[in-house]
């Protein structure tokens, strides 16, 4: 009996130990999608995405489907994480940033927008892109159920950064062009509140809500800064960062807040409560825009395009543990177990 027992723990505790710490999926601008294991942290597979310049990622609470958007094609691409299987769905001219809740898809698009995607060897400049004639932008809402578009939501031009409430009732969409953060009814899409953030700074892109809904968070690229709203939408700080920051997220306790501030080449930590700056890395890394925790929360993996890579950060010492070569300008990065991120949630 006692043989037995010891039999049973030293196989439970083998499991344990080796369990499987899950996923990384990277889209890369002039590829598809790079599938890095959390166990190895080395790239194990290739996704072919059916269309091209893919941007922004998502992933349903089940990690069946995986959600692209795809610059160059104006579609999403939703793929079956086991079969590869690929549908396009057409959502709206350049769309860029995916979130995935309640069974549905929702990508911002930017119709204002006169970049195209970079011909073979060539390196499109975002700053390039023409922004003079602000065109109304769309959220538009795809069904996975039903595979197709169901609505859209009207928004400001160049539409960004796409959030949820706390609640579940509202959508929290940045806007690059007029300066705004505007909020929607979750189900009407409704315009409930514009806020302007020009009296604060320009080219509102990240934005995040804190993990207990207290407050929003919105980077603020071309004035060097991040807002913070109050539950209300209603301004409460305004803090520094280094030069032209994007991606941002809390860690998943809400007490400390992230940052990449692209041409800085810095990751920013600040206080989660009264926004101090903590600390920072240099990451030598060129344009690092999006990042996400690993699912167990020990460590940051942040995309830089322009370097070709994905560092590999411990969450606490904010020391590169690895450099992790991905080719072809790694644009958006999540995991499978769900994580929080600059693009997604935990589940």
């Known amino acids: 009996m006692n043989l037995l027992k010891i039999t049973l723990l030293s196989i439970l505790l083998f499991g344990c130990g080796n369990s499987d710490k899950g996923k990384a999926y990277v889209t890369s601008q002039k590829g598809g ?3 890095i294991d959390l166990n190895s942290m080395e790239i194990i597979e290739e996704i072919n995405v059916g269309a091209t310049f893919p ?7 089940d990690g069946k489907y995986l959600i692209t958007a795809n610059k160059g094609d104006a579609n999403l691409s939703i793929i079956n994480s086991k079969t590869k299987e690929v549908k396009n769905i057409d959502v709206g001219i350049n769309p860029e940033f995916v979130r995935v809740n309640k069974g549905h898809v929702f990508v911002s698009t930017e119709p204002s927008s006169k970049g195209k995607p970079p011909e073979k060897g060539e390196i499109m400049h975002e700053e390039e892109e023409d922004d003079e004639d602000k065109i109304p932008a769309k959220v538009a809402v795809v069904n996975l159920a039903k595979g197709e578009k169901v609505r859209e ?9 796409i959030e949820f409430s706390k609640d579940g009732k509202k959508i929290i969409v940045t806007n690059e062009a007029d300066n705004s953060i505007t909020i929607h009814d979750y189900e009407s899409g409704a315009l409930l509140k514009t806020f302007s953030t020009e009296p604060y700074g320009l080219r509102p892109r990240g934005i995040k809500v804190s993990p207990d809904g207290n407050f929003y968070v919105s980077t603020l690229e071309f004035s060097n800064n991040f807002i913070v709203l109050d539950k209300e939408f209603n301004h409460v700080k305004t803090v520094k960062t280094g030069k032209s920051p994007y991606g941002i997220s809390f860690n998943s306790k809400g007490d400390k807040l992230y940052v990449a501030a692209g041409r800085a080449r810095t990751l920013e930590v600040f206080d989660g409560k009264d926004f101090t700056k903590i600390k920072e890395l240099k990451t030598e890394g060129k344009r690092c825009w999006h990042f996400t925790f690993t699912p167990d929360n020990k460590n940051i993996m942040l995309a830089c395009g322009r370097s070709d890579e994905v560092l590999l950060i411990d969450a606490e010492t904010l020391n590169i543990k690895k450099r992790i070569p991905v080719a072809g300008i790694p644009w958006g990065i999540i995991t499978y177990p769900k994580a929080i991120g600059s693009l997604d949630q935990e589940k």
């Open 55 to 61: 941007r922004g990622i998502g992933v349903t609470n």
């Open 153 to 161: 939501i009207t928004a400001g031009p160049e539409t960004e950064g």
């Open 33 to 35: 999608i790079s599938v």
